[in-house]
């Protein structure tokens, strides 16, 4: 996908990544060591209710299903960064979670020839279509025309 490939109010849904309680334990002990991402029995107790998925393993998650769905051939440049992360609901073992992008703008940069600027909205959802995390971000891709 390039530039040219976006438009405003286009939309696509994509990914359907399982999420594990080994996952999820094992990127808290790393990143995110609290109680409700890796104690079962403390979690239960927890404002969550049970074991969850720390945001930002939501977030990763996310970003590994936008990765994957990009062609083998594309023109993405990377991000300038993320607007509006909000962790909306806990992420237990078990879901099945997928995106839904919508393209809100697409512009060429004045600084940046032959690229341009595409800002997307994000939703990410579980099985049963409850949005679990959403974001804006902005992505430069390649233009075709250069």
Not at 60 to 71: C, G, K, T
């Amino acid at each position: 996908m390039f530039f040219e490939d976006f438009y405003p109010g286009q939309t696509a849904q994509f990914g359907a990544y399982l999420v594990t309680e080994a996952e999820i334990k094992e990127f808290a002990g790393k990143y995110d060591p609290q109680f409700f991402h890796l104690d079962n029995e403390a979690a239960k107790h927890s404002l969550f209710g049970g074991l969850c998925a720390s945001g930002w393993h939501t977030a990763s998650m996310f970003m590994r299903m936008l990765i994957d769905n990009l062609p083998e051939e594309h023109g993405s440049l990377g991000s300038p960064g993320i607007n509006n992360l909000r962790w909306l609901h806990p992420v237990y073992p078990g879901y099945i979670l997928n995106v839904k992008s919508t393209v809100s703008e697409c512009r060429l940069t004045e600084s940046k020839p032959g690229v341009g600027l595409v800002c997307m909205n994000y939703q990410v959802l579980n099985q049963d279509g409850l949005i679990v995390m959403s974001l804006e971000s902005k992505a430069f891709f390649k233009s075709k025309n250069i």
